[in-house]
């Protein structure tokens, strides 16, 4: 058994939490942006394999504290590189730093490289070669102060990164962000799913595939499949049992929805690389011009968030009041969860949300709201805050 960290995006850590305790992770511990937890191989396989809302997952091989960059040099010289690397092996290194201690990662990341590099030149007489696109082995450096964690990145190139999206709109959703929206969201399965400003797709293809118990690895390769420590049999029985756990169908209504025909064409594309086309419905519709109630539906939608509103700016706020107008009147009994970074124009909805999240789309702050329509009168409860510290 071993520490491992899992990172994930603010706001995502508790689903990601549970996440990992499904899959068998023990002592796990939500962090800021991160969720630290013990396990051995595989749990790590598990990990890399089925997280839906995690972006890396690490093993660290050493923590330490340093005051400046030679001595951090000094100790990171002094991890035995040769167990998890050999000398005709390539590497790469990755480093995120915060605080007044070290303020440059990329000079930081030079460092550890360096490391590195003159440990197998003392012992070896030369020097591995560096690879950022395809290492043998990725280190990754997290930096806070003067504490360093040194790790070995499992993951490689983002979770993210599925491997079905290869189109994306202007404003693409990342693939983790939309997962870690849909757990949180409560989503049940079983309720009608659409998205009717889909973009890329993305909602629905995460939808989909947790519908269908669809590992998100399954379409990519991952960076512990180059450790020298790497077991082959126990990584393919796992993936033998991601594919044998797939569902045939997803057993509910998953839709995708545009009035834009270049959305259209690239959500098509994404469904068809992720082979769910004949699962997902992908449709020209006007979300504001409906043909026909959607009574019953569990609604998800990240409309464009414009600029921020000022008093005049009567576009952005007609477009969100006629969001909340068409949520009011075609979507009865309906539950509607809208992620915006215009936290003005939300208001303008027109409508009283039951749960607030706090959440990171890039840099811009978000909040996921949750609209409750409904067919009668039904007495509004108490509007509640999902509240992550």
Not at 40 to 49: G, H, Q, V, W
Not at 180 to 193: E, H, M, Q, S, V
Request: charged share 30%.
């Amino acid at each position: 058994m071993f520490d491992i960290i899992a990172t994930t995006f603010y706001g995502l850590e508790p689903v990601l939490a549970d996440e990992l305790m499904a899959l068998g992770a023990r002592d796990v511990q939500p962090i800021t942006r991160a969720v630290i937890f013990n396990g051995d191989d595989e749990t790590l396989y598990r990990a890399n394999l089925w997280c839906r809302t995690a972006l890396k997952i690490l093993v660290p091989i050493r923590t330490f504290k340093a005051f400046n960059d030679q001595e951090f040099y000094e100790k990171a010289r002094q991890v035995d590189w040769q167990k998890y690397m050999a000398v005709d092996d390539t590497f790469a290194v990755d480093c995120v730093a915060s605080g007044p201690i070290f303020t440059h990662s990329k000079y930081l990341a030079l460092k550890c490289k360096d490391a590195i590099a003159d440990y197998f030149r003392d012992r070896r007489g030369r020097r591995p070669s560096v690879d950022v696109d395809y290492p043998d082995l990725r280190v990754n450096v997290h930096v806070h102060n003067s504490d360093i964690t040194i790790s070995l990145d499992s993951t490689g190139v983002p979770m993210s990164k599925r491997g079905y999206k290869t189109r994306q709109t202007l404003a693409p959703l990342n693939e983790v962000m939309a997962a870690g929206i849909l757990k949180l969201a409560g989503w049940d399965r079983k309720t009608p799913f659409v998205d009717p400003m889909c973009g890329s797709g993305t909602f629905a293809i995460e939808a989909c595939m947790m519908a269908m118990d669809i590992a998100p690895g399954s379409y990519r390769n991952f960076a512990v499949e180059k450790w020298r420590s790497f077991d082959s049999k126990l990584w393919a029985r796992l993936k033998q049992e991601a594919k044998d756990a797939r569902k045939k169908e997803p057993g509910v209504q998953i839709a995708a929805y545009d009035r834009d025909p270049v959305a259209l064409d690239i959500t098509s594309q994404n469904v068809r690389n992720a082979g769910l086309e004949e699962f997902i419905d992908v449709d020209r519709r006007d979300f504001f011009e409906p043909d026909t109630p959607h009574a019953g539906m569990f609604v998800v939608m990240n409309p464009p968030y414009g600029e921020r509103l000022e008093e005049d700016d009567e576009e952005i706020v007609a477009f969100y009041k006629q969001i909340g107008d068409t949520l009011k009147t075609w979507y009865t009994d309906s539950c509607a969860w809208i992620l915006s970074g215009n936290l003005d124009a939300l208001k303008k909805l027109g409508l009283r949300s039951s749960k607030k999240v706090k959440l990171f789309n890039g840099p811009i702050e978000c909040r996921l709201e949750c609209f409750e329509m409904y067919g009668g009168t039904r007495k509004k409860s108490k509007s509640s805050v999902y509240k992550i510290d």
